[in-house]
């Protein structure tokens, strides 16, 4: 059981990291193209609601549900909301996104804040898979692993999406967001 629960953390980790990166790439990104202040704040102010309204549905659903399925529900979803967003990117002309009130800059903004938000399904998920997969006496060290994972991957997240933005643009960030998260999912599956 043990084992199974340290593949599936590594595994979440590498799904945590994504989700933080491309969140934390989107808000520099945004912040580059419009130098608005308000828009990057606007959108800090959603994300921010978003999370504390959306806790009590996907609780829910990972409480209703089997959590490898929550788990592969939330990659997936993220994956698809990912690879829509980086339609809008490729199929708009760049000057569009300079302009904070653009229609097609917050259809691509709220597709990557949903996208990273199902991200937390799985971070729900994993918390309620320590009672499931691991012994009680080692409980204290899996919750204190789950922690962890949550902390390096914002932690990274905020350094990788920086520099990712800054080397490689948005385009790039979001092709190895979607490559990531196959594999991912493709681990999950396996």
């Known amino acids: 059981m043990m084992k199974t629960f340290h593949v599936t ?33 606007v959108m800090a102010g959603v994300f921010t609601l978003t999370i504390a309204f959306s806790g009590f549905l996907l609780g829910s ?22 690879a829509l967003a980086s339609f809008i990117y490729v199929t708009t002309p760049p000057e569009v996104f300079t302009d904070a009130s653009s229609v097609r800059l917050w259809v691509f903004i ?30 204290d060290k899996a919750n204190g692993l789950v922690g962890t994972a949550n902390g ?15 080397y490689l643009g948005m385009f790039w960030l979001l092709m190895i967001a979607i490559a990531l998260s196959v594999l991912v999912i493709v681990h999950l599956a396996t």
């Open 110 to 139: 709220v597709l990557a804040l949903v996208g990273a938000i199902f991200g937390n399904l799985r971070s729900i998920a994993l918390s309620t898979l320590v009672t499931i997969l691991v012994p009680e006496e080692g409980r």
């Open 61 to 82: 659903l990972v409480d209703r549900y089997p959590k490898k399925r929550v788990m592969m529900l939330s990659s997936v979803i993220s994956l698809v909301l990912y």
């Open 9 to 41: 953390l590594a595994n979440s980790l590498a799904a945590f990291l994504v989700n933080s990166t491309v969140w934390f790439a989107v808000t520099f990104w945004v912040f580059l193209e419009t130098r608005s202040v308000i828009a990057t704040s």
């Open 152 to 166: 390096v991957s914002f932690l990274g997240a905020s350094i990788f999406s920086g520099l990712a933005v800054g």
